[in-house]
Nanobody
């Protein structure tokens, strides 16, 4: 069992930055692929980025060049650095852990068995 707790969300102006954290407990994240998803009001949850257990990364086209996923294995924590934020980035952001070995499977929700409760990110124009 893996427990995931996100933090770092908040209100930021367009063009600003935020760093989200996802603290894991119960198992070490080195055994898992880690992903970030988001859900905007009235929309379905969508893939943002993922890091496979072997170190590969994949990004949604909408965030490529602006967002960066990283891991601190010593802290058992995954981060999402978000720069040049846009109002359309407003959403609840979820961290997920799963058996993601290959990057091409990292965008699928079905690849993940563990989810956090989410953290709200609001970008004002």
């Amino acid at each position: 069992q893996v427990q995931l707790v996100e933090s770092g969300g908040g209100l930021v102006q367009a063009g600003g930055s935020l760093r989200l954290s996802c603290a894991a407990s119960g198992r070490t994240i080195t055994s898992y692929g880690m992903g970030w998803f988001r859900q905007a009001p009235g929309k379905e949850r969508e893939f943002v980025t993922a890091s496979t257990w072997s170190g590969g990364t994949i990004y949604a086209d909408s965030v490529k060049g602006r967002f960066t996923i990283s891991r601190d294995n010593a802290k058992n924590t995954v981060y999402l650095q978000m720069n040049s934020l846009k109002p359309e980035d407003t959403a609840v952001y979820y961290c997920a852990a799963g058996a993601v070995k290959y990057a091409y499977t990292g965008s699928r929700e079905s690849s993940y068995g563990y989810w956090g409760q989410g953290t709200q990110v609001t970008v004002s124009s």
